[in-house]
């Protein structure tokens, strides 16, 4: 793994409406201005309630999300791509054939799939959350100042 920060970096799902914007505000929170964070799904569906509700819980408004696919992305180009579902995973290879760009499969569970209680569902999406900032956080370490400076 490099000790640099990709410049831009696209997580992917199959709707853009839980995962993957949950993972857009953990990057997006993290690193504000040194990374370009981005979105998008195989379909679209409007962001999840309980998503943004989770999120919140953690300080992170999703609220104003916009779910798109990956036809509605103004700007194809990035150096990660992060598919966080199968589905997910075929259109983000599909996208890279043309271009040079790195791409992850972090399989990630679907918490919208869980039936019960409200708190049940909730803690499903919360047990997303919560893995995705510890895989995030993993993944994308801070640089270290380099003793000789520059940029």
Request: aromatic letters at 6%; one cysteine or more.
């Amino acid at each position: 793994m490099s000790d640099r920060l990709p410049g831009s970096v696209l997580f992917c799902c199959t709707m853009n409406s839980v995962r993957s914007p949950m993972a857009e505000g953990i990057l997006k929170a993290l690193y504000p201005k040194q990374v370009f964070v981005d979105s998008a799904g195989v379909r679209k569906q409007p962001v999840d309630p309980l998503a943004v509700e989770v999120m919140d819980e953690i300080g992170l408004d999703i609220s104003k999300h916009r779910s798109k696919t990956f036809d509605d992305l103004e700007d194809s180009s990035f150096d990660l791509i992060i598919s966080l579902s199968p589905e997910a995973q075929h259109s983000a290879v599909d996208m890279t054939r043309t271009m040079a760009c790195d791409v992850e499969f972090w399989n990630t569970f679907d918490p919208t799939i869980v039936e019960g209680t409200r708190e049940q569902r909730l803690e499903a999406y919360r047990e997303v959350r919560d893995g995705l900032m510890k895989r995030i956080r993993a993944r994308f370490v801070r640089p270290t100042a380099s003793a000789g400076g520059g940029d």
